[in-house]
């Protein structure tokens, strides 16, 4: 299934292959940036294709907007969103340069005093939003957006005067997590993961690999897990080389891995367990979790075709 316009791909997955499979879901679905992103990672595709698709969701003041997270509806720029652009500047290698120091002048822009970002800003007022996000007039500054953003730049080795304050802003704020939810343990570890005091780094993941193991923040036993439990080894340990891996033994991110295998549904896509609101937003989000499912069964070794 060869891209218009593009190089010439491999030859298509096997039949019936996990890939294969997941292929069909998301010419059948996704939007056009998860489709150049997908062929990207899996199909031999460029990454130029892919910046191109994310371009359409950039805003003048150098963030993201347009729904490209799908749960923050309209056209205004929003941190989840430009975490969100990160992510796939990331995946495809384009993560540095003036792109990004366009990106941290508007992150300047929207940060607390202390050099966080909030969830939501009030700019999302009068737009569709999640009913799960609240939007206030003075939101505070979360670890749930600050942490992925600054290890991501990080990760790239990006130089800007917005980290100092915002990586002193993530250490304070995961060295004082001691009641904790999956997603801000997620959002801790994409920090971690890239900090650059690794032993500083190394000692607080042992930390909150206790805490969760304590607080029971990951279903253990994927074939009987507590309910409401939607979080798994996999979910924390996305590539053998994160720091959560130690949290989990081998057996337990194997049978982990093997739920998320099976999860594949039958339309090849990955369901996903968040909050879905509104329909447009339940679809948009499958592709996501289709290409994530893939990227990190791929890093721990299994085979999708």
Not at 53 to 79: I, M
Request: charged share 20%.
């Amino acid at each position: 299934m060869p891209e218009t316009g593009a190089s010439p791909l491999p030859q298509t997955p096997p039949a019936h292959s996990p890939l294969f499979r997941a292929e069909h879901f998301v010419w059948l679905t996704a939007r056009v940036l998860e489709q150049r992103l997908f062929a990207y990672l899996f199909l031999n595709g460029g990454p130029d294709p892919v910046e191109t698709a994310l371009d359409a969701y950039r805003n003048a003041d150098g963030g993201y907007g347009h729904a490209l997270d799908p749960d923050l509806r309209g056209p205004v720029s929003q941190p989840l969103h430009t975490a969100h652009a990160l992510r796939v500047l990331d995946a495809v290698g384009r993560c540095g340069g003036q792109r990004v120091e366009r990106v941290c002048r508007y992150l300047t822009s929207v940060s607390t005093p202390e050099g966080a970002l909030p969830a939501v800003t009030p700019a999302q007022r009068g737009y569709p939003t999640a009913p799960f996000m609240k939007v206030l007039d003075a939101p505070p500054g979360e670890l749930l957006t600050t942490g992925p953003v600054v290890g991501l730049l990080h990760r790239n080795e990006v130089w800007h005067a917005w980290l100092f304050r915002a990586t002193d802003f993530c250490w304070q704020a995961v060295d004082s997590l001691q009641a904790s939810h999956p997603d801000e343990i997620q959002a801790a570890l994409t920090f971690l993961d890239s900090a650059p005091d690794r032993p500083r780094a190394q000692a607080t993941a042992d930390r909150l690999g206790r805490l969760v193991r304590e607080q029971r923040l990951a279903a253990l036993d994927p074939s009987n897990p507590a309910p409401g439990a939607h979080h798994f080894p996999h979910d924390y340990a996305r590539t053998p080389d994160s720091l959560a891996r130690a949290w989990f033994t081998d057996d337990e991110m194997s049978r982990s891995l093997d739920f998320l295998a099976a999860e594949q549904q039958e339309d090849g896509g990955w369901p996903t367990h968040g909050h879905p609101w509104a329909p447009t937003t339940a679809l948009e989000a499958r592709p996501l979790a289709t290409i994530r499912a893939l990227q990190t069964l791929r890093a721990h070794g299994r085979e999708v075709g």
